[in-house]
């Protein structure tokens, strides 16, 4: 395995990106040859945008002509790019010419549907991480059964790669990190297809740490990866070796490692903000997210895209608090009554916002029915069935009639528009951090959160869940 020689540039994390010389753009010269129809498209990722901190893919779609040709400008950065999963590297000021062929068989080293070839001065430095791949990805798993066979497998294709990377004169030393980095991402990929087809030897002492060995999240080079798709399945590989090494990790420890290791500052906020929306679409707001809000202040790049949108969503979810006032909404019934929160001032307020198309929510309809009547001699607890939908009339006669079949009809029947254009129905999603449905809402009778997202009303929890709050009452 190589040795970990970072240079200082490479210490600096984002600033590895820049490479010394005139600050001029890079362009691809692309040339796509299909003999045969064509329906996808041509993909180009790179990192974009100022500072070039930005994930940026652009698609082009072939001509009528079996052979096509773009060209694209990338910024004044080194940085690691693909062209429909082709990865190469550039560097300011360069031309890259590149011709890519549709593939008469897909299976065939390296993945993708096009073989690629490069020409011009810098030809060799450019199909270098196209060739790793091939050499690694050609490896026959199923050849090899233990561990030691592997590494020495491995071990011939590190000296193949070593060779390469003498013919192609690399001087530029982010550029021979990003290779390096490279190189250890198509190792894991090869101990992850071993890893598949020896599923018995996943659960063998020390396996994971065999697995990761040689492999470094951390690696400053991965900021100038600026493939999301790359660094999504860079991640992916890593992580399926961290629950190798400790299974009972979870996302949210993924989410902490990445955000204290990992040196991709549009990475870790691609990650961090894919796990706001999941967690809190699930879960509501929850204890934890203080405390990734909290690492991903700290971490992640201020302004930055990342940064921005983490802190909007933790501000969203954290109106869910328990102990904070809930929202004064104003809806109305199928009466046509204006229906407040503040009306049940005293009581507890359980809610489920639902709506005719989502199959979820009407399965529920009963339970929480029942729920409703059990309780429905007692003065200090209500239940309100709020229905989302389209505001025309059809729709909400549709609605009214519905609830009639499903015995949730009356005066604590409420419906909310699904009208974005509406600002008190905006209003109502953005302070419910309404991003999705089914959701059961329950309220004190001070009119604050108890919990902005209780279980599914068909979970056997859930009547314990409302009871707990009940006995728990002022």
């Given at each position: 395995m190589r040795a970990i020689s970072l240079s200082l540039m490479m210490l600096l994390g984002w600033n590895s990106m820049y490479a010394t010389g005139p600050a001029m753009p890079a362009k691809l010269q692309l040339q796509v040859t299909?003999?045969?129809?064509?329906?996808?498209?041509?993909?180009?990722?790179?990192?974009?945008?100022?500072?070039?901190?930005?994930?940026?893919?652009?698609?082009?779609?072939?001509?009528?002509?079996?052979?096509t040709n773009f060209t694209n400008t990338f910024p004044a950065?080194?940085?690691?790019?693909?062209?429909?999963?082709?990865?190469?590297?550039?560097?300011?000021?360069?031309?890259?010419?590149?011709?890519?062929?549709?593939?008469?068989?897909?299976?065939?080293?390296?993945?993708?549907?096009f073989t690629a070839l490069w020409s011009g001065k810098n030809a060799s430095k450019h199909a270098l991480l196209y060739k790793i791949d091939s050499f690694y990805q050609s490896v026959d798993v199923k050849a090899v059964s233990t561990t030691q066979q592997l590494d020495e497998v491995i071990g011939n294709l590190e000296k193949t790669t070593a060779q390469l990377i003498t013919n192609a004169k690399i001087s530029n030393a982010a550029v021979r990190e990003l290779v390096d980095f490279h190189e250890d991402k198509a190792r894991?990929?090869?101990?992850?297809?071993?890893?598949?087809?020896?599923?018995?030897l996943k659960t063998t002492a020390g396996f994971g740490d065999w697995y990761l060995k040689g492999f470094n999240i951390g690696d400053p080079a991965i900021a100038s990866v600026g493939s999301e798709s790359l660094t999504r399945e860079i991640v992916t590989f890593w992580w399926i070796g961290r629950k190798l090494q400790?299974?009972?990790?979870?996302?949210?420890?993924?989410?902490?490692?990445?955000?204290?290791?990992?040196k991709s500052n549009p990475l870790n906020g691609k990650v961090t903000t894919n796990w706001f929306?999941?967690?809190?679409?699930?879960?509501?707001?929850?204890?934890?997210?203080?405390?990734?809000?909290?690492?991903?202040?700290?971490?992640?790049?201020?302004?930055?895209i990342g940064a921005t949108t983490c802190d909007s969503l933790y501000k969203a979810y954290a109106q869910l608090e328990a102990g904070l006032p809930a929202y004064n909404f104003a809806l109305k019934n199928e009466n046509g009554d204006i229906v407040r929160?503040?009306?049940?001032?005293?009581?507890?307020?359980?809610?489920?916002?639902?709506?005719?198309?989502?199959?979820?929510?009407?399965?529920?309809l009963p339970f929480f029915r029942q729920?409703?009547?059990?309780?429905?001699?007692?003065?200090?607890?209500?239940?309100?069935?709020?229905?989302?939908?389209?505001?025309?009339?059809?729709?909400?006669?549709?609605?009214?009639?519905?609830?009639?079949?499903?015995n949730i009809n009356g005066v604590n029947n409420l419906f909310l528009s699904a009208d974005r254009s509406d600002p008190k129905a905006q209003e109502f999603m953005l302070r419910y951090c309404l991003t999705?449905?089914?959701?059961?809402?329950?309220?004190?009778?001070?009119?604050?959160?108890?919990?902005?997202?209780?279980?599914y009303s068909k979970d056997e929890k859930f009547e314990r869940v409302i009871a707990n709050l009940y006995k728990m009452r002022d």
């Open positions: 299909a003999n045969r129809p064509f329906g996808g498209q041509i993909m180009v990722s790179y990192f974009g945008g100022k500072g070039t901190d930005t994930f940026k893919e652009e698609g082009y779609r072939m001509g009528n002509t079996p052979t950065a080194t940085q690691l790019i693909t062209v429909n999963d082709v990865p190469m590297i550039v560097e300011p000021g360069e031309t890259v010419s590149m011709a890519l062929t549709l593939k008469d068989d897909f299976k065939t080293a390296p993945k993708g549907v894991i990929q090869l101990k992850y297809r071993f890893a598949e087809d020896h599923a018995a400790d299974s009972t990790l979870k996302t949210i420890n993924q989410v902490t490692e990445l955000l204290t290791t990992c929306v999941v967690e809190g679409r699930n879960r509501g707001f929850f204890s934890e997210m203080k405390q990734i809000h909290s690492i991903a202040k700290a971490q992640l790049k201020p302004g930055s929160l503040s009306d049940f001032r005293g009581k507890i307020v359980i809610i489920d916002i639902w709506a005719m198309w989502c199959h979820g929510c009407v399965d529920g729920l409703a009547d059990y309780y429905k001699d007692k003065n200090d607890i209500v239940f309100l069935t709020i229905c989302w939908e389209a505001p025309d009339t059809e729709t909400q006669e549709e609605w009214k009639r519905f609830s009639v079949k499903k999705a449905i089914t959701r059961w809402v329950a309220i004190d009778q001070k009119g604050n959160i108890l919990d902005g997202h209780l279980n």
